[in-house]
């Protein structure tokens, strides 16, 4: 069985709902289809009857809970705890109103956050910033955790590195340029993520190109700074760096260039120290090594919230839907 087999067998074992907004895109249909059959997840449509009906034709979601904000009952107080939340900001219930009216993305956060969905998935059609808005509005970020961020989850195939091809890759979608700080919060939230997502002990690499010194400017000692905080936050993890991408995953090199170092050589998270470099790794590693890309999944937010990319396919959704609802299990316990 593989990974994502595995966790919609964990999503079907304790049903969440998660709210689909881009009703808009053919994609979505395909998917919710396939959740529903498969009963991975609830799903709920956001939009009107007629342009469900229009975009999803040819489809089987009968399934599925279709909320149009024009006319749902609920509608009224999600607009006043809308003003609510950012009346600091300015916002008055005529305009969280209009927001909430013509944005369907921003509907579909106040479910979650109001608990009429447990999880949502965007981002086929929206651009990354375009689905984190709303949630970093209105969700915030969860209690203990400084900052949100993203990840890739990687599944490798024919692979023996990481936890049997599996991989966390982060920050590799949202922070551009992380201080130390913010390096070492990415390194434990992602953590924390592979536990949830594979049941299994993360191993953290922090990578650079540089191992243990091998090499000496500004960027390495960033990772360097960051290393020694994660240690100090999280002292029972299993994490070290600085770490060159070889000498994080091949036991060989890391016998030769890290000896000693508790992660080297079996790394299953990798932090990277940039987007730059996170977004190029995933991107090579999906493209060239044939792997499975899902997300960016974003960690830290108060519920789950979770990103596609553009170039995503059916699947890809099916796949981050059942993720979500994972994740979501998480939450309420």
């Not at 090594?289 to 960016?296: C, L, N, S």
Request: aromatic content about 4%; charged content about 25%; overall charge negative.
């Amino acid at each position: 069985m593989g990974f994502i087999d595995k966790i919609k067998e964990r999503a079907m074992s304790d049903k969440k709902t998660i709210v689909l907004p881009e009703t808009e895109d053919v994609r979505t249909y395909q998917a919710a289809e396939a959740v529903l059959k498969q009963g991975v997840a609830n799903l709920i449509l956001v939009g009107s009857k007629e342009e469900i009906e229009r975009n999803g034709k040819g489809f089987d979601i009968s399934g599925a809970a279709m909320v149009d904000p024009a006319t749902s009952e609920k509608t009224e107080g999600y607009i006043a705890k809308l003003a609510e939340l950012r009346q600091k900001k300015g916002m008055t219930e005529e305009q969280a109103k209009e927001l909430l009216l013509s944005n369907y993305l921003y509907y579909g956060v106040m479910m979650v956050k109001m608990g009429d969905a447990d999880g949502m998935v965007s981002g086929a059609c929206h651009s990354t910033a375009d689905t984190l808005r709303p949630c970093l509005q209105i969700l915030k970020t969860k209690p203990g955790t400084k900052l949100v961020s993203a990840f890739f989850l990687m599944v490798v195939p024919d692979c023996d590195m990481g936890a049997e091809g599996t991989f966390i890759f982060g920050d590799a979608g949202l922070e551009q340029n992380p201080d130390p700080e913010k390096l070492a919060n990415i390194a434990l939230s992602s953590a924390e993520s592979f536990q949830v997502l594979t049941r299994k002990e993360p191993i953290v690499a922090m990578l650079s190109h540089s191992t243990k010194g091998s090499a000496k400017h500004p960027d390495v000692d960033k990772v360097v700074e960051a290393t020694r905080l994660a240690k100090e936050m999280a002292p029972d993890l299993i994490l070290d760096g600085e770490l060159q991408l070889d000498a994080a995953i091949v036991p060989e090199v890391a016998a030769s260039k890290a000896p000693g170092s508790p992660a080297a050589g079996r790394a299953n998270v990798l932090i990277f120290p940039d987007l730059d470099a996170g977004n190029i790794g995933y991107k090579l590693v999906q493209r060239l090594g044939k792997a499975e890309a899902y997300g960016p999944l974003t960690q830290g937010i108060a519920a789950p919230v979770n990103d596609l990319s553009r170039g995503c396919i059916a699947a890809d959704i099916e796949g981050v839907i059942a993720i979500t609802a994972v994740q979501a299990q998480a939450y309420s316990k």
